[in-house]
């Protein structure tokens, strides 16, 4: 079980995906998609303590089922629900940040994972421009493929680029099961799991595709420190940078830093509003 984490995760795709939009071409993204940039948005008007994330046992032995749903969330008070591809037990349950897994040191965790997106296309540009050999399924569809981003797992269990799948039955050239395995052997830690499918991870990412895993070791580390925090002290906390078009939806850069090379593609993506567990800028009292 949970017993004695605190944990703070940064979820920025600036820090982790060397791919997705600078400042320049966000400021193209309106432009092109016709919108306007919203008004700032009033901070700690959602309350945290209100806004749970949903927390999955992984030391039970249990398979576990993860899909990724299309929802809508609402990110703030004053903001229309966003459009999101997010992990869940089920639709109903489906939220960015998806389900802390919480697992054991030492203790074999095992994940399937299914693929419920209905879209046949992307709700950003995908650049197709960037690499031979990137994704693009035949039938349409989002392709997606979990990884274990700071786990020690086998490759089969890695999220291999290629090894996506869709939800009309396409799989990548190195697709081998949606069953994972994590032997959890490493050290305690709080990592997380995302969308690693080649030339849209970023995309994925920032659609939100992304959730907390949690490595325990209630019989050792956490022992010996005693002061970690446990029972309700002990709060999940998924830090990550957005931005929005007053529409609720994400404010995602359509247009390259060199589009005669790459038409969609940017090097980073920088927002301008902190999204703590869905919610921006929450209230923690």
């Given at each position: 079980m949970w017993r004695a984490w605190l944990v703070v995760a940064l979820l920025c795709s600036a820090a982790l995906l060397a791919s997705a939009a600078t400042p320049a071409a966000t400021s193209a993204g309106p432009r092109c998609k016709n919108r306007f940039p919203r008004k700032p948005l009033c901070k700690f008007v959602d309350d945290l303590a209100s806004n749970p994330l949903a927390v999955i046992d992984g030391a039970t032995g249990k398979m576990v089922k993860i899909g990724v749903y299309q929802i809508y969330q609402k990110f703030h008070r004053d903001l229309p629900a966003t459009k999101q591809y997010a992990y869940?037990?089920?639709?109903?349950?489906?939220?960015?940040?998806?389900?802390?897994?919480?697992?054991?040191?030492?203790v074999k965790t095992q994940v399937y994972y299914e693929n419920?997106?209905?879209?046949?296309?992307?709700?950003?540009?995908?650049?197709?421009?960037?690499?031979?050999?990137?994704?693009?399924?035949?039938?349409?569809?989002?392709?997606?493929?979990?990884?274990?981003?700071?786990?020690?797992?086998?490759?089969?269990?890695?999220?291999?680029?290629?090894?996506?799948?869709?939800?009309?039955?396409?799989?990548?050239?190195?697709?081998?099961?949606?069953?994972?395995?994590?032997d959890n052997k490493q050290m305690p830690a709080a990592i997380w799991y995302h969308d690693h499918t080649l030339g849209w991870?970023?995309?994925?990412?920032?659609a939100g595709i992304g959730a907390l895993y949690?490595?325990?070791?209630?019989?050792?580390?956490?022992?010996?420190?005693?002061?970690?925090?446990?029972?309700?002290r002990a709060v999940a906390l998924a830090i990550a940078d957005r931005k929005f078009f007053a529409n609720g939806s994400i404010n995602y850069p359509n247009v390259g830093i060199v589009p005669r090379v790459h038409p969609n593609w940017s090097p980073e993506y920088l927002g301008d509003t902190i999204v703590v567990n869905g919610k921006v800028s929450e209230c923690c009292f």
């Open positions: 869940g037990k089920d639709e109903k349950s489906a939220h960015y940040p998806g389900p802390v897994i919480v697992a054991q040191r030492g419920h997106l209905m879209d046949r296309q992307h709700m950003f540009t995908v650049d197709y421009t960037l690499m031979p050999g990137i994704t693009k399924p035949k039938l349409g569809g989002i392709p997606i493929v979990p990884h274990r981003h700071g786990g020690m797992q086998e490759s089969e269990s890695d999220g291999h680029p290629q090894a996506w799948f869709t939800q009309f039955g396409e799989t990548g050239p190195t697709f081998k099961s949606r069953l994972y395995h994590y991870t970023r995309l994925n990412t920032v949690v490595i325990t070791d209630p019989k050792g580390y956490e022992r010996k420190l005693g002061w970690l925090p446990s029972g309700n």
